[in-house]
Nanobody, 124 residues
Framework: VQLQAYGGGSVQAGGSLRLSCVASGRTISSYGMGWFRQAPGREREFVATISWGGKGTYYADNVKGRFTISRDNGKNTVYLQMNSLRPEDTAVYYC??????????????????WGQGTLVTVSS
């Protein structure tokens, strides 16, 4: 499965962006999906995951309450709605996938497929 992230851009602190991850090559209806990010000079970190059916979501503490992950299996797409953005959210955001019923932290540590990232820049 190939993954491509869209929707990055520049926004002021407090603003919102919605990222999309479009999958191709296979239907992702049986795939757990996730978003990760990597800031300049830092290691990649987990942001959020969503189970194959969409009912199991899991967030990093530093985005909980501000970010929402969702999916539309009919469109083979996963979304990340980001609200109340902060300068520390600045990073390249990547989507990832694995064909698995795993969810939560287990899913976050077991991704098989990774997409190209999209840059999010939040200015103060």
């Amino acid at each position: 499965v190939q993954l491509q992230a869209y929707g990055g851009g520049s926004v002021q602190a407090g603003g919102s962006l919605r990222l999309s991850c479009v999958a191709s090559g296979r239907t992702i209806s049986s795939y757990g999906m996730g978003w990760f990010r990597q800031a300049p000079g830092r290691e990649r970190e987990f942001v959020a995951t969503i189970s194959w059916g969409g009912k199991g979501t899991y967030y990093a503490d530093n985005v909980k309450g501000r970010f929402t992950i969702s999916r539309d299996n009919g469109k083979n797409t996963v979304y990340l709605q980001m609200n109340s953005l902060r300068p520390e959210d600045t990073a390249v955001y990547y989507c990832a996938a694995r064909d698995t019923p795993l969810f939560g932290a287990a899913l976050a540590h077991s991704m098989d497929y990774w997409g190209q990232g999209t840059l999010v820049t939040v200015s103060s």
